[in-house]
């Protein structure tokens, strides 16, 4: 079952961006996610299934 995911959730990755941060806030959803890295500002593309199994944690604000 998929993972309830809503946009402006932050994200906390096990695997870090190359910039050396963690922390992700998802921009758009979909088959494919839209994320904002907190650290670098860079945005990137990876898909829901990828996604999934690299959260730690989901913070809702
Ligand atoms: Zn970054």
């Given amino acids: 079952m998929a993972m309830d995911l809503k946009e402006g959730d932050i994200l906390e990755l096990k695997k870090a961006h190359p910039c050396g941060g963690n922390t992700f806030e998802i921009v758009r959803t ?4 839209r994320m904002k890295c ?9 898909s829901r299934v990828k996604l999934e199994k690299r ?4 913070t809702r604000t």
């Fill in 38 to 46: 907190l650290t670098c500002g860079t945005q990137i593309w990876i």
């Fill in 30 to 33: 979909g088959m494919d996610f």
């Fill in 55 to 58: 959260i730690k944690k989901v």
